[in-house]
Antibody
Framework: QITLKESGPTLVKPTQTLTLTCTFS??????????VGWIRQPPGKALEWLAL???????RYSPSLKSRLTITKDTSKNQVVLTMTNMDPVDTATYYC??????????WGQGTLVTVSS | DIQMTQSPSSLSASVGDRVTITCRAS??????LAWFQQKPGKAPKSLIY???SLQSGVPSKFSGSGSGTDFTLTISSLQPEDFATYYC?????????FGQGTKVEIK
C-alpha cells in the first residue's frame, strides 16, 4: 500500500525559506518510471502543480516558481524535500505531495497547511 | 503552458442524476488526462487516469472519455457521497496544469 505524508512548519514569516518533507512508503523512488511531486492549494482556490522529481533524478518545475523552488530526493530515507525561498503571504496554502507511476496513476498525501504571516 | 478549462464551474443536481463534466485543453494532450475528486478539508482523491482508466478502488459509476483536447467525466447515478469538487489535470507536457474545478452541489 502506497502512503505519503507531508511534514514541515505550519507558520513561516515573509521572506523566509520553507522546507517541506514528503515521507513515503509502499514504493521505491529508485523504481523506473516513478515520480514524486508537489501540488499546492490556497484556501478556497484551485490546485496548482509545483514540481516533480523522477526515479532518475530528472526534475521539473513550474516556470512561474522555478527560481524559488528546489526539489530533491533521498532514496535511502524514502523522502522527497521541497524548498521554496522568499515566502510571501500569497504562498499560504495546503501543500500536497503525490506519487506518480509510469501509467499516470496518482496517489496523494494528506496535505499540510502552511501559513505565511509575520 | 497548456490551459485546462472545465465546464460548468458549478452545477446543482439531484441524487440519482447522471452528471457530466467537461474539460477542454488549449492544445492536444493525447490521453494524458486525470480526474480527481475533492471534498471540503480533504486531500484530492484520484478517480481516472489516461483519460478513461479507473483508478483502483474507484466505483464504476465514474467514467472518463475523450482524447486530444476534449474530455468528459461522467457520474452515472449521483449519490450523496459524490457531492464534491472535481478537477481535471493534464500530464502531457510540463508544467502539468489543472482545471479550475467543478463544484457539484445538491439540488
Amino acid at each position: 500500500q502506497i502512503t505519503l505524508k507531508e511534514s514541515g512548519p505550519t507558520l513561516v514569516k515573509p521572506t523566509q525559506t520553507l522546507t517541506l518533507t514528503c515521507t513515503f512508503s509502499g514504493f521505491s523512488l529508485s523504481t523506473s518510471g516513478v515520480g514524486v511531486g508537489w501540488i499546492r492549494q490556497p484556501p478556497g482556490k484551485a490546485l496548482e502543480w509545483l514540481a516533480l522529481i523522477y526515479w532518475n533524478d530528472d526534475k521539473r518545475y513550474s516556470p512561474s516558481l522555478k527560481s524559488r523552488l528546489t526539489i530533491t530526493k533521498d532514496t535511502s530515507k524514502n523522502q522527497v524535500v521541497l524548498t521554496m525561498t522568499n515566502m510571501d503571504p500569497v504562498d499560504t496554502a495546503t501543500y500536497y505531495c503525490a506519487h506518480y507511476d509510469r501509467d499516470g496513476r496518482t496517489r496523494w498525501g494528506q496535505g499540510t497547511l502552511v501559513t505565511v504571516s509575520s | 503552458d497548456i490551459q485546462m478549462t472545465q465546464s460548468p464551474s458549478s452545477l446543482s443536481a439531484s441524487v440519482g442524476d447522471r452528471v457530466t463534466i467537461t474539460c477542454r485543453a488549449s492544445q492536444g494532450i493525447s490521453n494524458y488526462l486525470a480526474w480527481f475528486q475533492q471534498k471540503p478539508g480533504k486531500a484530492p482523491k484520484s478517480l481516472i487516469y489516461a483519460a478513461s482508466s479507473l483508478q483502483s478502488g474507484v466505483p464504476s459509476k465514474f467514467s472518463g472519455s475523450g482524447s486530444g483536447t476534449d474530455f468528459t467525466l461522467t457520474i452515472s447515478s449521483l449519490q450523496p457521497e459524490d457531492f464534491a469538487t472535481y478537477y481535471c489535470q493534464q500530464y502531457n507536457s510540463y508544467p502539468w496544469t489543472f482545471g479550475q474545478g467543478t463544484k457539484v452541489e445538491i439540488k
